[in-house]
């Protein structure tokens, strides 16, 4: 039971994550919001420590430092991010997200544990970053659009 609480907090961080990112890229990012997505994501890190490492760094990084390195840089990210200035939460929650969406979808690929997941978090990848093409593409043609209306 407390490991399906674990890993729902997990995906749960994600999804408030991947919203957060979107929104932020928008233009629209929300303090609450990135407080709310921030203090999911540190409880699930603490359910993990506590209940899947046992308070133990050699555990914690059983499965090599890369992956231990990325999601924890990813959480102090997250956490900054909603504190900081706007404009600098703004990439600092992009950053997150795109850190977060490599380390997820490899982590549903290769751990039976987190297995079941794989579709929220490949929707939560590619919905997200489709969103953040859209975006981009679309704040890209305003600008050009822009410089092709204002005479030389």
């Not at 840089?73 to 997200?97: D, G």
């Not at 919905?127 to 600008?143: E, M």
Request: charged fraction near 10%; hydrophobic fraction near 60%; charge should be positive.
């Amino acid at each position: 039971m407390l490991e399906t609480i674990t890993f729902a907090l997990a995906m749960l961080g994600f999804g408030l994550l991947t919203f957060n990112a979107v929104f932020s890229a928008h233009g629209r990012g929300s303090r609450a919001l990135s407080l709310l997505t921030a203090v999911v994501i540190v409880v699930h890190v603490l359910l993990v420590w506590a209940f899947r490492y046992q308070w133990s760094f050699a555990q914690a990084t059983r499965n090599g430092y890369a992956g231990f390195g990325i999601f924890h840089l990813a959480l102090a990210s997250i956490v900054v991010s909603s504190v900081v200035a706007q404009h600098l939460a703004r990439w600092l929650t992009l950053a997150s997200y795109l850190i977060v969406c490599l380390g997820a979808s490899g982590a549903v690929f290769r751990y039976e544990v987190v297995a079941v997941y794989r579709i929220p978090v490949l929707a939560c990848v590619v919905g997200g970053l489709l969103s953040l093409a859209r975006i981009w593409y679309l704040a890209h043609k305003a600008r050009q659009d822009a410089a092709v209306a204002t005479p030389s």
